[in-house]
């Protein structure tokens, strides 16, 4: 499965955003879907997931009530709204695939990684 990020782009605090990941197969099934994000010098961080076939949900909690991920099977392409975004949230932001809905947010248990998308987030 190759997955590719897009939708990153520079923003002001309290703006929003909305990535794309497509996923190159049209059968987008088992897979259960995440984004993560990456700071400069920091390590790569879980951000949300989606299981199969459109749900659950978990997000990390400095996320909560302001980003929104969800999936378009037809479309194989998951998508992360983010609302109400800080100059902490700028980042490389990540998608990726795993079978492993319990590790879900490990990113040694993803299989498959898009190439990343860039958000900055201008004070």
Same mark, same amino acid.
């Given at each position: 499965?190759?997955?590719?990020?897009?939708?990153?782009?520079?923003?002001?605090?309290?703006?929003?955003? =909305?990535?794309? &990941?497509?996923?190159?197969?049209?059968?987008?099934?088992?897979?259960?879907?995440?984004?993560? =994000?990456?700071? #400069?010098?920091?390590? =790569?961080?879980?951000?949300?997931?989606?299981? *199969? #076939?459109?749900?659950?949900?978990?997000?990390?909690?400095?996320?909560?009530? =302001?980003?929104?991920? @969800?999936?378009? %099977?037809?479309? @194989?392409?998951?998508?992360?709204?983010? %609302?109400?975004?800080? #100059?902490?949230?700028?980042?490389?932001?990540? &998608?990726?695939?795993?079978?492993? *809905?319990?590790?879900?947010? *490990? #990113?040694?248990?993803?299989?498959?990684?898009?190439?990343?998308?860039?958000?900055?987030?201008?004070?």
């Amino acid at each position: 499965v190759q997955l590719q990020a897009s939708g990153g782009g520079v923003v002001q605090a309290g703006g929003s955003l =909305r990535l794309s &990941c497509a996923a190159s197969e049209r059968s987008f099934s088992n897979w259960e879907m995440a984004w993560f =994000r990456q700071a #400069p010098e920091k390590g =790569r961080e879980f951000v949300a997931a989606v299981g *199969w #076939p459109s749900g659950p949900t978990v997000y990390a909690d400095f996320v909560k009530g =302001r980003f929104a991920i @969800s999936r378009d %099977n037809a479309k @194989s392409t998951v998508y992360l709204q983010m %609302n109400s975004l800080k #100059p902490e949230d700028t980042a490389v932001y990540y &998608c990726g695939a795993t079978d492993k *809905w319990r590790f879900v947010k *490990w #990113p040694s248990k993803y299989a498959y990684w898009g190439q990343g998308t860039l958000v900055t987030v201008s004070s």
